[in-house]
């Protein structure tokens, strides 16, 4: 597995209907932090949690504060985002290892 450091701050997302926006930036030592804001946070804020967690932890990122602003995204539309943000914090937006990822999906 790759793991991935996050460098600088990058965002990846729309605030469209259907999206979400997703900003990542180090967070040394602390831990993974969140910051959700969703009209549906009450239904599905758990899930979203969920699935950008899951999907750091594959990348191997531990420590992150990480701030959503979600509009309906679905879960492949969060792991999606959070693969590109994490990419790009940590520079590496020319190396995507797509077969790495594929063995996620189970």
Request: aromatic residues 4%; negative net charge; hydrophobic residues 40%.
């Amino acid at each position: 597995m790759t793991k991935f450091e996050i460098k600088n701050p990058a965002v990846a997302g729309t605030l469209e209907s259907s999206d979400l926006q997703i900003m990542i930036d180090s967070n040394e030592g602390k831990g993974i932090e969140i910051d959700l804001q969703s009209s549906v946070e009450f239904q599905f804020g758990k899930q979203i949690r969920k699935v950008v967690l899951e999907t750091l932890a594959n990348m191997g990122v531990t420590d992150a504060k990480v701030s959503i602003v979600d509009k309906g995204a679905l879960d492949c539309t969060i792991k999606a985002r959070t693969i590109a943000v994490v990419h790009r914090a940590a520079g590496q937006v020319e190396s995507i290892n797509w077969e790495e990822i594929e063995t996620w999906n189970v």
